[in-house]
């Protein structure tokens, strides 16, 4: 899926009303694709949500208040831009349908655009009408817990700086009155290109977005306050889209080739695994068995002396070795095979960050970093740039940080993208919704996963499956995503047979076959 900036839909939009679509029409189709949503989550009949006093969530038995309320009733709460103008559009229609609804105006009347005003004019002569909004109007607040949805069409794309006045006040409203909020294009508070949450944002159930989804829906905090994102077509012809480019992307799963009959291991990708120290003797055999139900051909592993007992009588499939005190031999054993894994468990002795480095700068073949494979380049991160064959990074936050990645502005998918092409590497930044940065500007944003992967040694299986599938000359940029995507998707098949809690990284590694069967 292609997702957008503000300023791309911007000049989208203005394409197509250039070609001749009437920004009505737009507005018209994208209030009708609202209400349809709208209608949906109020026939539910059921609450998700109620607040206590002190604005906290409840879920359960509090929530049979809801099945005493009488009708259909809505509450829109309408800024004065054209997102307004989408949500006025709900409210006349909601009403045609035989709902009860208030429509409130946050703002000023006298900046509404004209064809928010022509909304508002619909509105009038179909029996509505749009009030003015009053944070401390008792009756109001009873109104909005009395309701089935309230829909929030108060800023859309274009806000740039905190929510404030009466804009606060109405998102406050809207995510202490304990029912389903459906939310216009971008819930009011997300930054649509970052997903930053600039103050306080809108909390919805579910978040209808128009012509193509904008990337802040999918990252960050935006991720969390979008809820369900629908995606729906409100009358932008295809040549409005030409001459855009989209460099971020949703990750979509894609077909797996189909193996040769006659195909030999050899075929499928050596991949060697560096790592391991005592402590953490699970780390590189949990890579192993990653990269094997990945599809990896042969998987070989080379661990410190002291472990190697430890580590071999866990492998059966994978096959480990000791590591020779001869950095050469280990040079030579590494550069045999396709792919290069370096970190998993390692530890961070000198002797190990200095074999990494030197693994770095003399290997030909594909190398991904890992857990403390990332640490042993912080601080040399010239080696890193010197390489001429491909380098995957898998970092979490802290490690991304230590490579001198910057967090700070609240944007991780353009840290993501900016440090890849800085440095000529495909990044991996792990997390909700783990971004895949490629070095020529494009990004895939992952959708699969659950927190029950937050647990020691899912990055290690992550790692392997990455080494895996570049072992099997997949591009990179369809063999990383797609690694990232079936670990997120054999991670919810864990999560949903298991529950998050009691998860283990081995339960999602027997399901990736099953994740990848999906696939064939």
């Known amino acids: 899926m292609r997702l957008v900036t503000a300023e791309q839909i911007r000049r989208i939009d203005s394409a197509a009303i250039a070609s001749g679509v009437p920004s009505l029409s737009l507005m018209e189709q994208a209030a009708r694709a609202l209400a349809i949503e709208a209608e ?29 309320r009488d009708g259909k009733r809505a509450a829109v709460f309408c800024g004065t831009g054209n997102n307004g103008g989408d949500g006025l559009g709900c409210a006349r229609l909601l009403r045609e349908s035989g709902w009860e609804v208030r429509a409130f105006l946050v703002g000023e009347r006298e900046r509404m655009t004209s064809d928010c ?15 003015d909004f009053d944070p401390m109007d008792v009756s109001l607040t009873a109104w909005s817990h009395s309701c089935r949805v309230v829909v929030d069409a108060l800023l859309g794309v274009g806000l740039k700086r905190p929510v404030e006045g009466g804009f606060l006040a109405a998102v406050a409203l809207m995510n202490r009155a304990g029912v389903p909020v459906l939310s216009a294009d971008v819930p009011s508070g997300v930054e649509a290109d970052t997903g930053r949450v600039l103050g306080a944002a809108v909390r919805a159930e579910r978040t209808v977005t128009f012509t193509l989804s904008k990337i802040g829906l999918h990252v960050g905090k935006g991720a969390l306050h979008a809820g369900k994102v629908v ?76 472990i190697y007992p430890i580590v071999a009588a866990h492998c059966v499939e994978a096959m480990p070795s000791p590591l020779m005190p001869d950095t050469k031999n280990i040079l030579q054993s590494a550069g045999e095979c396709d792919v290069v894994l370096l970190g998993p468990g390692m530890g961070q002795e000198t002797r ?161 076959p099953y994740a990848m069967k999906e696939l064939e």
Do not use: W
């Open 117 to 131: 005003k022509e909304m508002e004019k619909r509105l009038v002569e179909a029996g509505g009408s749009l009030e």
């Open 231 to 306: 995606v729906a077509p409100i009358g932008v012809p295809d040549e409005a889209l030409a001459g855009e480019s989209f460099p971020v992307k949703l990750t979509a799963p894609v077909r797996l080739p189909k193996r040769a009959r006659d195909a030999y291991k050899g075929k499928f990708g050596k991949v060697y695994i560096l790592g391991g120290t005592v402590g953490y003797t699970g780390a590189p055999v949990l890579a192993s068995q990653g990269a094997l139900r990945a599809g990896a051909g042969l998987v070989y592993l080379g661990v410190p002396g002291k």
């Open 352 to 512: 190990m960050k200095r074999l990494t480095l030197t693994l770095l700068a003399g290997l030909k073949c594909p190398v991904v970093l890992d857990a403390d494979g990332i640490n042993a380049v912080a601080g040399h991160i010239d080696v890193l740039d010197s390489r001429e064959a491909l380098t995957v990074l898998t970092p979490h936050d802290g490690e991304f940080a230590r490579l001198g990645g910057d967090l700070t502005s609240g944007d991780r998918l353009g840290a993501a993208r900016g440090f890849a092409q800085a440095h000529h590497c495909v990044l991996v930044l792990k997390g909700h919704r783990t971004i895949t940065a490629l070095p020529d500007g494009r990004a895939y944003v992952n959708g699969t996963g659950n927190p029950g992967m937050a647990t020691g040694g899912s990055g290690d299986v992550l790692g392997g499956m990455i080494a895996a599938l570049l072992g099997q000359k997949l591009p990179p940029e369809e063999a990383v995503p797609l690694a990232v995507y079936l670990h997120g998707r054999a991670g919810d098949m864990a999560a949903a047979e298991l529950g998050e809690y009691g998860m283990l990284p081995s339960d999602l590694i027997q399901r990736i």
């Open 40 to 68: 949906e989550m109020g026939e539910d009949g059921q609450q998700r949500y109620f607040p206590t006093a002190t604005g906290e969530v409840l879920v359960g038995e509090e929530s049979a208040a809801f099945e005493q």
